[in-house]
């Protein structure tokens, strides 16, 4: 079990590219969460999906960013046109259940510098 | 709306002392605490819930609903202790999780 696996671990992209974020579940966990800590911030939340639906994005900001869970393959976070201030380390977790009771699984987290 | 605070962004205590870090929230009903930690170079991971009730590492954390806390303590510190603790609210059946900005604890020798 490799746990929740994310990547790249350090992205650095130019104001105005696109980012993309990569997370695996752990095997057999079909809820996925995202959340983003900023410098000398706590995590915050973005979004939390399921395979194919998108459950709750109420932290996710309104543009440019994006997130799915197809049936195949990773969770995606997408940053399109980043700013410097969308520089920060993004954490996905899983969880078996919906529900945050039993805890998640953290990944490593991606760091995205903006240049 | 939902808050956690951590005041202490760092705390350092030599080993052996007793260990305790804040947490207090502002949940209008009935939430659910936890803490996370994040050893040096580690995933964050899930150290105890306040529904079980459980003491983990010889930390214990007791939820007072009066004063709105959730500390968590440890009589003995050791130095592995040393790492970033983070407080966690879930509430009202939601998914997710509200996690205060963290401390950052030190087990000096």
């Known amino acids: 079990n490799a746990g929740v696996m994310q990547n790249p671990r350090h992205l650095v992209r130019r104001r105005g590219q696109e980012a993309r974020l990569r997370c695996s579940p752990v095997?057999?966990?079909?809820?996925v969460y995202w959340y983003r800590q900023l410098p000398e911030e706590g995590l915050k939340f973005m979004v939390y999906?399921?395979?194919?639906?998108?459950?709750?994005e109420s932290g996710m900001p309104k543009e440019r960013f994006s997130a799915e869970f197809p049936k195949e393959g990773p969770s995606i976070l997408r940053i399109q046109q980043v700013v410097r201030g969308d520089s920060a380390a993004y954490f996905c977790?899983?969880?078996?259940?919906?529900?945050?009771?039993?805890?998640?699984?953290f990944g490593s987290g991606t760091r995205l510098t903006v240049v | 709306a939902q808050r956690v605070t951590q005041p202490e962004k760092l705390l350092s205590v030599f080993k052996g002392a007793p260990v305790e870090l804040k947490c207090n929230y502002s949940?209008?009903?009935?939430?659910?605490l936890f803490w996370y930690v994040q050893y040096s170079r580690q995933r964050l991971q899930l150290l105890l819930r306040?529904?079980s009730r459980e003491s983990i590492k010889g930390f214990t954390a007791d939820l007072n609903k009066g004063e709105t806390s959730f500390h968590l303590k440890k009589p003995f510190a050791q130095e592995e202790d040393s790492a970033m603790y983070y407080c966690?609210?879930?509430?009202?059946?939601?998914?997710?999780?509200?996690f205060g900005q963290g401390t950052r604890l030190t087990i000096n020798p």
């Open positions: 977790a899983s969880s078996p259940t919906g529900g945050a009771h039993y805890g998640y699984t």
């Open positions: 095997k057999g966990h079909s809820h």
């Open positions: 999906l399921q395979k194919e639906n998108i459950i709750d």
């Open positions: 949940y209008s009903g009935s939430p659910e």
């Open positions: 306040h529904i």
């Open positions: 966690a609210l879930s509430g009202g059946g939601a998914q997710k999780l509200v």
